[in-house]
């Protein structure tokens, strides 16, 4: 089973009429893409399952797979940034209003190279796996439901929900992208939703995702989410890029795939990285044995450290600390730690000080000891 569903998948991803044509993406549309399908491996990984592969820029613009190796299911989406307004109805599914409604001829021929048509073309596509579709995008899409509501304000829905007259209608266009004789046209295959990813700052949305998700399962870790979303994107990066056809499944799962395994590992690598606040911890511990510091003095420092890493985490430190940081780095180069840690401390304070008068004393404590922890890692 688990060979012809793969060989499914590579037939229906080397169907050049099933794939997206019209210019593809431009960057921003490549970023928020890549940077939603982490935040969906993020979403399976937190919920347990034990398997998955995420394919880009094959049968349309993501695919998700059960299974990287005997897959018995797969989804697949359309990620859409726009940077304005919502999706109208006429937009995604080139049919006209039902109180316009025309010919089913006309109808017909304008819905196959719709979002919506493509997308369910792609979904029909597949025969031994079981299928299904989204239509993803950070607007929501303009679309009357039959309790009354819109689907611009849900967060996903199935086309089966739409109010009447645009369901009739959308059957009746779905219906000629069927085979004779084939199953019953069923919307509820096709789900649209709205994510709340900015198109200017996708990796923003990526990073607070990652510290929640690291607040879970290895909170010792979650400083470290921007260096592990910005290792992901790098690893993704390539995926799909290549323009060449694939000979089989294999090689499509080699260019454009990412499976469980792999994102596992990315997160398994955070356990090779030292933990610099745990260290910089035990360098406290010892400036309160020496008497260098007080009680209340290490838990300043220890709050500073806090929001130093709160800073990086949320997307980098401001003009002002960066300067430090590289003032600091400056006198680790050129002073020597001795075999007590409060002159080596109060050593740099005096240097720092007076060319930065906005930090207090324990910001500057906690950036020194951050930073020194940090060199002797790299020596390490």
Known sequence: ???????????????????????????????????????????????????????????????????????????????????????????????PAPAKKRRADKTTDEIKDSPIGKLYSAVL????????????????????LANGHNAATSVSCALSQLEAGHLDLLRTGLESLHDAGASPVNPERICVEKVPIHPDAPATHLQGVAVAFLNKRSPRHAGQAKS????????????????????????????????????????????????LVALAETWLEQLLTEGALNFMEVTSVRVAMAAIYKRQVMGGDDPLTSALVSDCDAWLETNTLGPLLGPFFDGARIYLAPSHPSFRAAELTAHIALRAVRKCVDQT
Request: a negative charge; charged letters at 30%.
């Open 125 to 144: 596509a597949f025969k031994e796996l079981k299928s299904s579709g989204t239509f993803l995008s950070n607007s929501g899409c303009n679309l009357p």
């Open 1 to 95: 089973m688990g060979s012809s569903n793969t060989e499914e998948v590579f037939r229906v991803a080397s169907d050049k009429e099933l794939a997206e044509t019209g210019g593809g993406h431009n960057q921003k549309g490549v970023d928020f893409q890549r940077a939603w399908a982490l935040s969906r491996m993020f979403e399976l990984e937190e919920s347990g399952v034990d398997d998955f592969l995420i394919l880009f820029e094959a049968v349309q613009d993501v695919a998700e797979l059960d299974s990287e190796s005997a897959p018995s299911s797969i989804r697949i989406y359309q990620v859409k940034k726009k940077d304005r307004g919502e999706w109208e109805w006429s937009h995604l599914t080139r049919l």
């Open 228 to 275: 592990l979303v910005d290792a992901l994107l790098a690893d993704i990066g390539p995926l799909g890029a290549k323009t060449d056809s694939c000979s089989n499944f294999e090689e499509l799962r080699r260019q454009r795939g990412y499976s469980r395994g792999q994102f596992a590992s990315a997160l398994g690598s955070l356990e090779q990285v030292p933990d």
